[in-house]
């Protein structure tokens, strides 16, 4: 089995534990990386051409009107293939109840029919959001695992629940 890590996380300004703190590396960075491990798996991380703003309020403005407009950030570069891979997780941050819109512009256009489709998201207080009904409305064909939501603010400590998880559902 092959299995392959989509993620997108931002680092800087971020919302934890009701207040905006300066990040290092995103929180979904950490949980890509525990999942590499877990898995063995590829990793494909999402950057997008126009930065987010820097300042998080900003940030989270722009990020509703992508949501409001249906919107797909232009890419730094794009996933052509995935045929290869049996397993793929897709992790974000919770962004007005679902993935960032680029995580969309990421994965609309691959062929997920067959694929094993796990969808974790960090959140501070949202959970998984509406993000896995949102993925089953474009993923055809896939299968889906049952997804996972971490607290943004508890992912460094939660290495032992995403290799579980992990393993329960490849």
């Known amino acids: ?24 590396k995103g929180n979904t960075e950490y949980i890509a990386e525990f999942i590499r491990d877990a898995a063995n798996a590829d990793v494909f991380k999402i950057e997008t051409v126009k930065q987010y703003a820097a ?14 407009s249906a919107a797909r ?15 793929i997780f897709i992790a974000g941050p919770c962004w007005w109840g679902t993935y960032p819109m ?3 512009s990421a994965i609309e256009g691959l062929d997920f029919t067959g694929k094993t489709v796990l969808p974790l998201m960090t959140h501070e207080g949202s959970g998984l959001g509406h993000c ?12 889906f695992a ?6 943004g603010a508890d992912v460094k400590k939660s290495e032992s ?3 579980n998880w992990v393993r329960k559902n490849i």
Not at 55 to 68: H, T
Not at 78 to 83: P, V
Not at 132 to 143: H, M
Not at 146 to 151: E, K
């Open 1 to 24: 089995m092959k299995n392959l890590v989509i993620y997108y996380s931002r680092s800087g300004e971020n919302y934890v534990n009701g207040k905006v703190t300066n990040l290092a």
């Open 55 to 68: 300042n998080y309020m900003d940030c989270i403005r722009e990020a509703q009107k992508e949501l409001d």
């Open 73 to 87: 950030p232009e890419l730094k570069k794009h996933l052509d293939d995935i045929s290869e891979y049996d397993n």
């Open 102 to 104: 680029a995580v969309f």
């Open 132 to 143: 896995e009904r949102d993925l089953k409305n474009i993923l055809k064909g896939a299968k």
């Open 146 to 151: 049952p997804g996972l939501a971490v607290h």
């Open 161 to 163: 629940v995403i290799v």
